[in-house]
């Protein structure tokens, strides 16, 4: 597949820059991969389109507070956006401006927090040591939710710790949202169950690399960077009993989907817990997923190659440009869509 298949033309100001005022009013465009119709709703309707014995997945992963900032000895100002902890107390993470900062350079966080930048690492990443073990509480004090780049706020702000974060969130380990998962409401959720659809959980950390283009001219070439995961055994079974009495897996999420796929053998759902760098991109069976809720995705991204493996290019083409026309809201603190 060409890179450029996954070009397309979006308006500056259709790029979400904030949430809307209540997550389950988000606006939803349902894509029937049947017929290719498509339909405009809200997502506190989404049960509607769901049947009874469906199963949703979500991705109960959590996103810590991963930017810090901090001082040089010299007192030039440091940024420091941790990724993904190697051992207790040290961390793969991005320094700015990394080239003023040589290995070895202690950056204070604050009075009781210091980290020693290390050496330099593949894509541009540096070793970074604290002199605490409990980093994830040290965020909890000193750092700021990292927004997309996409966002443009100089600094995340209070309403951002709740918002960037979906509300069954469990499992400290992503830096950014499995965004799919961000509309959902107890609301939502007691009209789902009303509905007969049932709830599964899996954990897959999201890391930054999910912000990366595609910039090889083939999408193949591309590698896709991986990331952690947890997919218990009362998911798999859960799972299994839905496909057996005949209901559909609905991956919330381009994240959850990839886990469903890496775990999923000899035509069933089988636990496990590893790394996944699970590349999806047209063409591709999928075997695990049968329906798929998720956001607007940028061009030439990974996440839009693996829904136009799932719905087909020209349907989605054609999904986007209504979404468009119809001044949807995109990227993480955008809409969403329901492809069944």
């Given at each position: 597949?060409?890179?450029?298949?996954?070009?397309?033309?979006?308006?500056?100001?259709?790029?979400?820059?904030?949430?809307?005022?209540?997550?389950?009013?988000?606006?939803?465009?349902?894509?029937?991969?049947?017929?290719?119709?498509?339909?405009?709703?809200?997502?506190?309707?989404?049960?509607?389109?769901?049947?009874?014995?469906?199963?949703?997945?979500?991705?109960?992963?959590?996103v810590i507070q991963?930017r810090l900032y901090?001082?040089?000895?010299?007192?030039?100002?440091?940024?420091?956006?941790?990724?993904?902890?190697?051992?207790?107390?040290?961390?793969?993470?991005?320094?700015?401006?990394?080239?003023?900062?040589?290995?070895?350079?202690?950056?204070?966080?604050?009075?009781?927090?210091?980290?020693?930048?290390?050496?330099?690492?593949?894509?541009?990443?540096?070793?970074?040591?604290?002199?605490?073990s409990d980093v994830?509480?040290?965020?909890?004090?000193?750092?700021?939710?990292?927004?997309?780049?996409?966002?443009?706020?100089?600094?995340?702000?209070?309403?951002?710790?709740?918002?960037?974060?979906?509300?069954?969130?469990?499992?400290?380990?992503?830096?950014?949202?499995?965004?799919?998962?961000?509309?959902?409401?107890?609301?939502?959720?007691?009209?789902?169950?009303?509905?007969?659809?049932?709830?599964?959980?899996?954990?897959?950390?999201?890391?930054?690399?999910?912000?990366?283009?595609?910039?090889?001219?083939?999408?193949?070439?591309?590698?896709?960077?991986?990331?952690?995961?947890?997919?218990?055994?009362?998911?798999?079974?859960?799972?299994?009993?839905?496909?057996?009495?005949?209901?559909?897996?609905?991956?919330?999420?381009?994240?959850?989907?990839?886990?469903?796929?890496?775990?999923?053998?000899?035509?069933?759902?089988?636990?496990?817990?590893?790394?996944?760098?699970?590349?999806?991109?047209?063409?591709?069976?999928?075997?695990?997923?049968?329906?798929?809720?998720?956001?607007?995705?940028?061009?030439?991204?990974?996440?839009?190659?693996?829904?136009?493996?799932?719905?087909?290019?020209?349907?989605?083409?054609?999904?986007?440009?209504?979404?468009?026309?119809?001044?949807?809201?995109?990227?993480?603190?955008?809409?969403?869509?329901?492809?069944?």
């Amino acid at each position: 597949m060409n890179t450029s298949e996954l070009d397309y033309e979006l308006p500056e100001g259709l790029i979400a820059q904030r949430p809307c005022d209540d997550r389950e009013s988000a606006r939803m465009l349902v894509l029937d991969r049947a017929d290719g119709s498509l339909r405009l709703d809200t997502f506190r309707n989404v049960a509607a389109y769901l049947h009874a014995g469906d199963c949703m997945v979500l991705n109960d992963t959590r996103v810590i507070q991963a930017r810090l900032y901090g001082r040089k000895p010299t007192g030039g100002h440091v940024e420091v956006f941790l990724l993904r902890e190697r051992a207790p107390g040290t961390w793969d993470a991005l320094v700015r401006p990394s080239a003023r900062v040589k290995p070895g350079t202690a950056v204070r966080i604050s009075e009781r927090v210091e980290a020693v930048v290390g050496p330099a690492l593949p894509g541009g990443r540096r070793q970074v040591t604290f002199n605490r073990s409990d980093v994830l509480g040290v965020l909890e004090e000193e750092g700021e939710v990292p927004l997309p780049p996409y966002v443009r706020r100089e600094h995340a702000d209070e309403a951002d710790r709740a918002r960037y974060q979906t509300v069954y969130a469990r499992a400290p380990g992503a830096v950014a949202a499995p965004t799919a998962g961000l509309h959902f409401t107890e609301s939502v959720f007691a009209s789902l169950d009303a509905a007969g659809v049932r709830r599964a959980h899996l954990t897959l950390h999201v890391g930054y690399g999910t912000f990366r283009p595609i910039q090889t001219d083939r999408v193949e070439d591309h590698e896709l960077e991986a990331e952690d995961y947890e997919f218990p055994a009362a998911a798999a079974d859960l799972l299994n009993e839905t496909r057996a009495a005949g209901g559909r897996v609905v991956a919330v999420g381009t994240t959850s989907t990839r886990v469903l796929e890496t775990q999923f053998e000899d035509g069933a759902f089988r636990p496990g817990a590893g790394r996944t760098g699970r590349f999806i991109y047209p063409p591709y069976r999928f075997e695990a997923v049968d329906a798929l809720q998720t956001n607007f995705h940028l061009p030439r991204s990974s996440l839009l190659a693996l829904v136009c493996a799932f719905a087909g290019v020209e349907a989605i083409r054609e999904a986007y440009r209504l979404a468009i026309r119809e001044r949807f809201r995109f990227y993480s603190y955008g809409d969403v869509m329901l492809i069944v």
